[in-house]
């Protein structure tokens, strides 16, 4: 059976990109592969620095995604600070990545830029090769992710492959996937950035949380062009594109040929709009009404994370031996 690992940190709010570029083929996938998918707090220490945030949020986080779909009787959900071996073999993996190869890294040079004149943290740098031991502890064979996560999960295939090359055969090869619409969602002000959690104004990103009437109000005032014709192409008309991707996504038909369902910008903006209301209501029911038992969430996470640590210690175990490291 297909293994499947894929994870998101626990940093601001679920948006519609983390949804339609990831979560939803999360869902799809926990049905037909064995699926695993981790709640990253490791991976948001890089930015944290406030006391007393990140654990409310991680628990805030694995109520969406139940709420999204994702069934702890089916898929394993965890946590990655509960599963000691991702800190372990993410030592393996930095002495197994080169300096230049993390420097070549868009996110580093993206997150560093913004960030410069404010404490750039070391593991801002080394964050691929954490990235690349929750996959590789996995052997996984399939990664599903947006987009912005290709260039994570290639060095995470060159670190195996060298691995694998010095140590003796240990690491499975990973791929991402990505879904044919909804892989890049941009944002709403700014088509020509990825919608994100650290977007410059809310206006432009849509929250799994977002009421109907603000959903609305957000697609009513999306960036468009001077133009007036309905036509997919990202690149000479991003903001158009960008609510047919998100029409197509939500809807499950290809963006190009929604285009000629319209011949003016207004009402791509409504039909893009209802259709993401009418995905989010059932997810927003079901999300309060996880959040209201907080004790079942931490339970359901503890079973998440001894089923990944029996997965993620073998694994471990067989990297280490693979190295020749003298048994403890
Ligand atoms: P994160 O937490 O930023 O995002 C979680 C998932 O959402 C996708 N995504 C998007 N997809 C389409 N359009 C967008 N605008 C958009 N914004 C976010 C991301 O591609 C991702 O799939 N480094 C990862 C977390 C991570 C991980 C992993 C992922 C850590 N270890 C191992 C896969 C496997 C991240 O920061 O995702």
Known sequence: MTRVLSCIQPTGEVH???LLGALRGWVAGQHTC????GIVDLHALTVTETPGVIGNDTLTLSAMLFAVGLDPDIATVFVQSH???HSQLAWVMECTVSYGELSRMTQFKDKSTTREGSFISAGLFTYPALQAADILLYDADHVPVGDDQRQHIEITRDIAIRFNHRFGPTFVIPEAVTPAAGARVMD???PTSKMSKSSTSDAGCIYLTDSPALV????KRAVTDSETEVRYDPLAKPGV????????AATGRPPAGLA???TQYGPLKTAAGEAVVELLEP???????LLDDRGELARLLRIGAGKARTVASATLGRAYGAIGMLPA
């Open 188 to 190: 709403l002000q700014d």
């Open 260 to 262: 000629d369902e319209f």
């Open 83 to 85: 599963v000691v071996e």
């Open 241 to 248: 594109s960008n609510l047919l991707d998100i029409l197509g």
């Open 216 to 219: 609305m109000k957000k697609f």
């Open 34 to 37: 064995d699926a695993f998918h």
């Open 283 to 289: 997810i927003q029911l079901r999300y309060a009404e």
């Open 16 to 18: 519609l990109g983390n």
